[in-house]
């Protein structure tokens, strides 16, 4: 079954090509980074404007690169949400226009469920269920009992701030450029991560929960004097390096920890990671330094950012289990729970 991908809840046009749920036939990302870095973050009217330009190029560079045409695709999967409205519903009319004039059926996925897929995507071998999703990206950060593909348990999440988020606004505190997550991390590696003693929040009563807010604001308390927070301070270089080495550090430990802790609990053996702060071989290595014993499925490169290859291959595995198209009634939803099939 050949399944054609969209994906375009944030600053990402993508449109994927993917074969039997795995087999990755091209993988296209029209990223907004450099539209979006003069305003230090994402701004959602231009990310549509931009997906409008980009969405029917991309879809047609998808399917060059296959080598195939539409007419020969199966099904159509976009993800309808969690996302940015505005978005959201480009991909998904554009994916309903295709689906109407194909009669093809369609799907709508759930992204940050597609984001744990990616890593079984990546994973030659097949999965042993059950087992832990760890979703680390710039809009979530959760921790889900995974029982199998389809069947969800949220048994964490953050209370504010997803870590991404909190890398993203750190970086915009020391001047970088964003997404800052990438800046931090190389800048970190020169820096000394016992130089400030950050340390993430912890939720009273929900040890699984995360909170990031609290590190941010003592990331600025170390830039700046609280009582003259609005003038500019000039940072030397050594203190920007010691204060990214330090801020990832507890972010990254404060994961590990809970994330351990999470295993532990539910007594599982395998850790599923997803989102693009995935990318960060520091939290690799941590993860891999605390406890060797556990299996880890990463993402691989190409999958752990914002894609299509993500939606298609998770396309493939929902469509069987609910076994008719979605209906062309299905809205965007900006905010969402990951669903499970019997719900
Ligand atoms: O999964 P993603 O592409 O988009 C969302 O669904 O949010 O993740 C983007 C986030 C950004 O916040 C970015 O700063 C972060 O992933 N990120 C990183 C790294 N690379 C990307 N954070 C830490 N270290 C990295 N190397
Ligand atoms: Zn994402």
């Known amino acids: 079954?050949?399944?054609?991908?969209?994906?375009?809840?944030?600053?990402?046009?993508?449109?994927?090509?993917?074969?039997?749920?795995?087999?990755?036939?091209?993988?296209?990302?029209?990223?907004?980074?450099?539209?979006?870095?003069?305003?230090?973050?994402?701004?959602?009217?231009?990310?549509?404007?931009?997906?409008?330009?980009?969405?029917?190029?991309?879809?047609?560079?998808?399917?060059?690169?296959?080598?195939?045409?539409?007419?020969?695709?199966?099904?159509?999967?976009?993800?309808?949400?969690?996302?940015?409205?505005?978005?959201?519903?480009?991909?998904?009319?554009?994916?309903?226009?295709?689906?109407?004039?194909?009669?093809?059926?369609?799907?709508?996925?759930?992204?940050?469920?597609?984001?744990?897929?990616?890593?079984?995507?990546?994973?030659?071998?097949?999965?042993?269920?059950?087992?832990?999703?760890?979703?680390?990206?710039?809009?979530?950060?959760?921790?889900?009992?995974?029982?199998?593909?389809?069947?969800?348990?949220?048994?964490?999440?953050?209370?504010?701030?997803?870590?991404?988020?909190?890398?993203?606004?750190?970086?915009k505190m020391l001047n970088l450029p964003y997404p800052g997550g990438p800046e931090i991390e190389n800048l970190a590696k020169h820096g000394r991560s016992v130089k400030f003693n950050f340390k993430a929040g912890q939720v009273k009563g929900r040890p699984l929960d995360f909170s990031f807010s609290g590190l941010k604001t003592a990331v600025l308390y170390a830039i700046k004097d609280p009582k003259a927070l609005k003038e500019t301070v000039l940072l030397s270089s050594e203190m920007t390096q010691d204060i990214a080495a330090s801020f990832q550090e507890a972010a990254c430990s404060d994961i590990v920890k809970k994330s351990l802790l999470a295993a532990k609990q539910y007594g599982v053996n395998t850790l599923l990671f997803g989102g693009g702060v995935t990318n960060n071989c520091y939290l690799r290595k941590l993860f891999s330094v605390t406890n060797s014993n556990l299996n880890y499925i990463w993402p691989s490169a190409g999958l752990s950012l914002d894609n299509a290859a993500m939606i298609a291959g998770l396309g493939y595995y929902r469509?069987?289990?609910?076994?008719?198209?979605?209906?062309?009634?299905l809205e965007p939803l900006t905010r969402t729970p990951l669903q499970s099939v019997e719900e």
Do not use: W
Request: hydrophobic fraction near 45%.
């Open 319 to 329: 469509y069987q289990l609910q076994n008719k198209s979605d209906s062309m009634d």
């Open 1 to 171: 079954m050949l399944v054609l991908g969209i994906e375009s809840t944030c600053d990402e046009t993508a449109c994927a090509i993917v074969r039997h749920g795995k087999d990755i036939l091209s993988n296209v990302v029209a990223s907004q980074i450099d539209l979006h870095k003069e305003y230090g973050g994402v701004v959602p009217e231009l990310a549509c404007r931009r997906h409008i330009d980009l969405i029917i190029p991309v879809i047609d560079q998808a399917l060059n690169q296959a080598k195939l045409t539409l007419k020969q695709i199966d099904l159509i999967a976009v993800a309808n949400g969690p996302g940015l409205i505005g978005a959201l519903l480009i991909g998904l009319n554009t994916a309903k226009a295709l689906a109407l004039a194909l009669r093809k059926p369609f799907i709508g996925i759930n992204h940050v469920e597609a984001h744990l897929y990616a890593a079984i995507m990546s994973h030659p071998q097949d999965v042993q269920f059950p087992c832990l999703g760890v979703v680390l990206s710039g809009g979530h950060t959760a921790l889900v009992l995974i029982k199998q593909i389809g069947q969800y348990e949220l048994i964490g999440q953050t209370v504010d701030d997803a870590v991404g988020e909190a890398f993203d606004k750190v970086a």
